[in-house]
């Protein structure tokens, strides 16, 4: 049974940090990629960054190019996020595809791409105040 189970999010200020964890289970993540992604309220979910499971190559969004950093260790995978601002306040989710496609982290990384991830999080609220 493929789960995943996001944690870490939390109030910060403008310039901070946050690290967020995403806990698979039911499946090995050196098969799929795994995406984050986030939702501010009234907008649609938004591609920030991916991790393929077959060469670990990361792609990442331009709004969080040079701040994000997505990572991954055994069944845990991470998302590093620095100099933080407002416009980064959302629910944060990580999501697999239905299978071993490695090729959904392009889209990610146009910051689109959620359709084709099939399991998700419940997600995690990040607020930056300014």
């Known amino acids: 049974q493929v789960q995943l189970v996001e944690s870490g999010g939390g109030l910060v200020q403008s310039g901070g940090s946050l690290r967020l964890s995403c806990a698979a289970s039911g499946f090995s993540l050196d098969d799929v990629p795994i995406g984050w992604f986030r939702q501010a309220p009234g907008m649609g979910r938004e591609g920030v960054a991916c991790i393929r499971g077959r060469d670990g190559s990361t792609y990442y969004a331009d709004a969080v190019k040079g701040r994000f950093t997505i990572s991954r260790d055994k069944n845990m995978v991470y998302l590093e996020m620095n100099n933080l601002e407002p416009e980064d306040t959302a629910v944060y989710y990580c999501?697999?595809?239905?299978?071993?496609?490695?090729?959904?982290?392009?889209?990610?990384?146009?910051?689109?791409?959620?359709?084709?991830?099939?399991?998700w999080g419940q997600g995690t609220q990040v607020t930056v105040s300014s």
């Open positions: 999501a697999r595809p239905p299978g071993p496609w490695q090729n959904v982290c392009t889209a990610v990384a146009e910051g689109r791409g959620a359709a084709n991830f099939a399991y």
